[in-house]
């Protein structure tokens, strides 16, 4: 077999590896479609995590509303008990301030030695037990028109108010947590949608040595067409070899 025939087999080889590369890119696209897949589920994950979230934080604004309503009953509770409270004493003080000026104004009626001192004593009598009459009516009113819960009753909205914030904290936890998953499941999103990126770089860079390769064997082809047989072929021969060798390292990445 002369050298022309010799590269023309060799050159054969080279065109036949080049057609294997090419029927091979759709395997190799293939193979890309699983990340996709991965992403899509990811993707899924990502929105199955967010409506988890949005229940947890509709829960949690449900929850709260009912912690703070309960707590604002029992504040109310306490506040009227509190204030009646007050008032009462300031009330009852007055009575006892007022009951003991009467008090004094009888001893002073009684050691009157004359008519005029009576005459004053008399007087401080009626203006005592006036201002007395008039401390116990609004001691009166304010037991009367102030409604304040029975102790039994305020003890039981307080300790709903404590078991409503309880169940509060544990809403807050859930929705935290659901949270972190939203964000977890979106960083497995973006994870997912460089590792595409990254392989789609792959691909266009193996396309274009496979172009440049396809080139040098399409050069060579011209090379050899033009040749004329009693000419020195060893250097298209060895750059056929080295087209060669090349085609089949890329095929080997595949």
Known sequence: MNKKKMILTSLASVAILGAGFVTSQPTFVRAEE???ASQSKAEKDYD???????AAKKHYEEVKKKAEDAQKKYDE??????EKAKREKEASEKIAEATKEVQQ?????????NESQRKEADKKIKEATQRKDEAEAAFATIRTTIVVPEPSELAETKKKAEEAKAEEKV???????????????KKEVEAKELEIEKLQYEISTLEQEVATAQHQ?????????GAD????????EAKLNKGEAELNAKQAEL
Not at 48 to 54: C, G, T, Y
Not at 105 to 113: K, P, R, T
Not at 229 to 236: A, R, Y
């Open 34 to 36: 699983a990340p996709v």
């Open 48 to 54: 199955a995590a967010v409506k988890k979230s949005e």
């Open 77 to 82: 509770g306490q506040k009227k008990t509190v």
């Open 105 to 113: 104004a009888y001893l002073a009626y009684q050691q009157a030695s």
């Open 171 to 185: 809403a807050k936890r859930k929705y935290d947590y659901a949270t972190l998953k939203v964000a977890l499941a």
């Open 217 to 225: 064997v399409d050069n060579l082809k011209k090379l050899l067409a």
């Open 229 to 236: 047989p009693d000419d020195g072929t060893e250097v298209i």
